[in-house]
């Protein structure tokens, strides 16, 4: 079953987040403080940032997740909310905290590319527990999404992945994002073993809609 998010499920979506965030794997190599990498990647979805975002349940568990945000502005007021909240220092002096700091220092240096805002001003993250991948619910679950945005009148939307997730770049070119930019990133190499290539794409949502490689920002990958 897809259904809208709710507010208790802030948990298990962070949850899912952390045991995903490596290339469909835990994020635990590169980040060991789970609790403040759920407050920092799904936090702002929860504080107001987030739209259209939705969970695939079965037999009462969550197994996935679509997040999304439809603009820019709004997702940078949700972040800040999350960056100056209480909660936020409260997890930061973890012990753990300092072994995610390089990872938090790379982010910084090697951030993802990003289309023109203007164009694409959505974006979404859509992750599955490994038990769920493969079964067609990543479709259903981004088709839902994309029609929210289409009711809602939002222009168009953006993402950015890696050409190692594979099943992911499947995904997005049955629904016909179009790939506006790559380039390498050694944002992950120290856990990874090498570089990856960072896959920048779009999807136009309204009636003239359309993406080029020229709307994409690049320079810092
Ligand atoms: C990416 C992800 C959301 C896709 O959802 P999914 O439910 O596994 O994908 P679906 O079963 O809906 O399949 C979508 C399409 O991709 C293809 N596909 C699925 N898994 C694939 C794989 N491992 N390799 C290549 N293609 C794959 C399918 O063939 C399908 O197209 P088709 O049905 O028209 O043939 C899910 O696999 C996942 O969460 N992966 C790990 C986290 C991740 O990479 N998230 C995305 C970050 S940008």
Known sequence: MIRPIDPSDERVV??????TG???QS?????SNERLFARLWVGPYFRGGGFACLVAESGGEVLGYILGSPNSAQYGRALRRVLLGRTL???APLR???ASLPYLLRAA???????????????LHINLLPQARGLGV????????????RGAGVAGVQLSTTTENRAALELYRRFDFVPL?????????????HPAEHVGLGLGLGEDAGGSPSNFNLSRV
């Open 14 to 19: 962070g949850k899912i987040a952390y045991q």
């Open 22 to 24: 490596f290339f469909g």
């Open 27 to 31: 994020a635990a190599p590169y980040f």
């Open 89 to 91: 220092s409260r997890l």
């Open 96 to 98: 753990q905290t300092w």
């Open 109 to 123: 240096r090697y951030p993802s590319p990003h289309a023109n805002w203007q164009q694409f001003p959505a974006h």
């Open 138 to 149: 990543g479709k259903r679950l981004l088709a839902a999404h994309l029609e929210l945005l």
């Open 181 to 193: 930019a790559s380039a390498e990133t050694p944002l992950w190499t120290p856990w990874l073993g």
